[in-house]
Nanobody, 121 residues
Framework: QVQLVESGGGLVQTGGSLRLSCAAS????????MGWYRQAPGKQRDLVAS???????NYADSVKGRFIISRDSAKNAVSVQMNSLKPEDTAVYYC???????????????WGQGTQVTVSS
């Protein structure tokens, strides 16, 4: 029903910037949360940033002031602009959507395939 495709990962030097984008296909309901998680080797998968359909944003403390999440609800897309990148930002980044079906009052969660971000020292 829903498929997420990420783009924009790559290799960047410390202090550089990358922009990750995620395009969702399928049925995306009007009430939803879109965001990005990341997972480094041997680490938990943690929230990076999220944004609701009403525009409320949440950021991990480690990225506040450096990353900005945005969405284009009409296109069912979410992006995160990552600035002042640090080596500790190196991880696989995953797009995430929580989709709320108003008819069933159920929430469904979807994940992208992941895109590698590597920040060199």
């Amino acid at each position: 029903q829903v498929q997420l495709v990420e783009s924009g990962g790559g290799l960047v030097q410390t202090g550089g910037s990358l922009r990750l984008s995620c395009a969702a296909s399928g049925t995306i309901f009007s009430v939803n949360t879109m965001g990005w998680y990341r997972q480094a080797p041997g680490k938990q998968r943690d929230l990076v940033a999220s944004i609701t359909s009403s525009g409320t944003t949440n950021y991990a403390d480690s990225v506040k002031g450096r990353f900005i999440i945005s969405r284009d609800s009409a296109k069912n897309a979410v992006s995160v602009q990552m600035n002042s990148l640090k080596p500790e930002d190196t991880a696989v980044y995953y797009c995430n959507v929580i989709n709320y079906n108003p008819r069933s009052a159920q929430a469904y969660e979807y994940w992208g395939q992941g895109t590698q971000v590597t920040v060199s020292s």
